[in-house]
């Protein structure tokens, strides 16, 4: 039986010329693979393949695509490795706390496996570079973390007829599938509308099991060299999902919307998914020093005023501010929890961006005397409580 027929899909590149010593020492287990062989081996090292996201999926697919000897991986991601990174993705070190992320992930493709190629593309993906940069390649990873993005790479990949395999992780929860819109469904067949803004927390606000990222992300390469190399069958108009917390997998179908019309542009995304372009207007705010005066004056008896921090409960177990009451930004959005009317409130966040949207929120609810907490905890601890963690 011919590669072809045992996928049904045609294998998405050429097999290169051939193996050199080294490599058939390093690819032998692959080599020796019944219905694998010297042929997926090949396509493998004439396959380009893009992965967005050097992140928790990013890391071990990036990893294992270049343990399998893909000819060249290029790594796309703007940010630079946290601390907090490091409990899931485990292709940055502690010492690459600070530095690009792109890079970091590099440099570990490399000392894994120098035989592969390895494109730099330290940019943020919108609508105005997407389809340059995947032009170039014969293969999309989308390891993103936002639906913005997520509805961006699927409408750019549909444009470009290219496959894109696709992983998601929250909690103990992951999803993977595989998107080609010449043979099957999109993300937009998945999820024809993006959620309402703030409703689906992310990664940073409701956490994610690091070891869960393994778990998916291995399960995209796997789809990825049986989309390179068109052997097995793969989750194309399938969608996988696994629990970690029970150990469960299960298989949901997914067809084509027949009446959803083909994606021949991109548009604003940002704006497609509720958040607009531009930033939203300046809310009344205070800085982390000035609410430490007015905490102090609080506890004399010298003022009288709410705190109130919107994070989500793990997050305000990692580090708090003294005084503060915890208050999911979802639960005052919903309207199911709101200050005393006519009280002084002061909201905080992690960073500022959720607080000073709860604080737009409740002045538009008739909250004049509501103010955000500029820069959140992180700037709290920076120049309050040093020693206080973050996360």
Not at 34 to 56: D, H, M, S, T, Y
Not at 189 to 208: F, I, N, R
Request: net charge negative.
């Amino acid at each position: 039986m011919s590669i072809e027929m045992a996928s049904g899909l045609p294998p998405l590149t050429a097999p290169a010329p051939g193996l050199g010593r080294e490599e058939k020492e390093r690819y032998s287990r692959h080599l020796i693979l019944p219905g694998f062989g010297e042929e997926g081996q090949l396509r493998l090292k004439n396959a380009r393949v893009l992965v967005i996201g050097a992140g928790g999926l990013g890391s071990p697919a990036l990893l294992y695509l270049a343990a399998a000897g893909v000819g060249t991986l290029g790594i796309l991601d703007d940010d630079s490795v946290d601390t907090s990174n490091l409990q899931r993705q485990v292709i940055h070190s502690v010492h690459d706390v600070g530095t690009s992320k792109a890079r970091s992930a590099r440099d570990s493709v490399h000392a894994l496996n120098p035989l592969v190629e390895v494109v730099l593309h330290e940019v943020r993906l919108d609508e105005r570079n997407a389809l340059e940069i995947f032009s170039g390649y014969d293969l999309i990873l989308d390891g993103t973390d936002n639906f913005a993005t997520r509805y961006l790479i699927s409408d750019a990949a549909e444009i470009l007829d290219k496959p894109c395999v696709w992983g998601s992780i929250l909690r103990f929860d992951g999803q993977v599938s595989v998107f080609w819109s010449t043979h099957g469904p999109t993300y937009r067949d998945l999820y024809p509308e993006p959620p309402a803004p703030g409703s689906v927390p992310s990664c940073a606000e409701g956490g994610v099991l690091g070891v869960l990222c393994a778990q998916i992300g291995s399960v995209m390469v796997n789809e990825a060299i049986k989309l390179i190399t068109g052997t097995g069958r793969t989750l194309l108009g399938r969608l996988l999902v696994f629990n970690a917390s029970d150990m469960s997998w299960r298989e949901v179908g997914l067809r084509r919307d027949p009446e959803r019309e083909p994606i021949t542009e991109l548009v604003d995304y940002q704006l497609f998914c509720g958040r607009g372009t531009e930033a939203p207007a300046a809310v009344p705010g205070i800085s982390a020093a000035e609410l430490a005066g007015l905490l102090a004056e609080r506890t004399a008896g010298q003022t009288d005023f709410d705190l109130i921090d919107v994070r989500e409960p793990g997050e305000h177990r990692i580090v708090s501010i003294d005084g503060a009451q915890l208050v999911p930004r979802a639960r005052i959005l919903a309207g199911e929890e709101l200050p005393e009317p006519g009280r002084t409130v002061y909201i905080h966040c992690k960073s500022g961006g959720r607080s000073a949207e709860v604080t737009a929120f409740l002045r538009g609810k008739g909250y004049d005397r509501a103010f955000n907490v500029d820069g959140g905890i992180l700037e709290w601890v920076r120049t309050v409580e040093p020693d206080k963690p973050v996360y």
